[in-house]
């Protein structure tokens, strides 16, 4: 597997994370140099630390959830931030990955109103107006 390099601080070395979709916690633990139990412990902590559980009722981590316990890990550790001061700075960091939401659904309705009456009196003079640029001859059947 690819590892791609994480960046956890500006003096150590990139922490390699490996490419797959899911970690184990005793991954995920090796990853970030702490016990497992700390890791349970930051779940109940960090509202967006949240890995799923599988059928057994294992923890499987994403690659963000990772990354987020690499990032707690430094805030806590090499940054001295207390537990509330490190949530407070996640909890306000802005959510890129989120979806800007759907437009409202008048903009929409828009797109089914009928045309206008002159609609083909306008695409008809702007066919001319690119037919002139073209060179062309206007000539009309």
Request: hydrophobic letters at 40%.
């Amino acid at each position: 597997m690819r590892a791609q390099p994480l960046k956890k601080g500006p003096d150590q070395a990139p922490a390699q994370i490996p490419d797959k979709l899911y970690f184990r916690i005793g991954e995920v633990a090796r990853l970030a140099g702490v016990k497992a139990y700390v890791l349970r412990y930051w779940e109940q902590e960090f509202r967006a630390l949240a890995p799923r559980k599988s059928g057994t009722n294992r923890r499987l981590y994403r690659r963000k959830d990772v990354e987020l316990v690499l990032e707690i890990k430094h805030l806590l550790h090499e940054k001295r931030y207390t537990i509330e001061g490190a949530r407070k700075l996640l909890d306000a960091k802005p959510r890129a990955r989120q979806a800007p939401p759907p437009p409202p659904p008048t903009e929409q309705s828009a797109l089914f109103a009928p045309p206008p009456a002159n609609a083909l009196a306008l695409v008809r003079q702007e066919l001319d107006a690119i037919l002139e640029l073209l060179g062309r001859d206007q000539t009309r059947p």
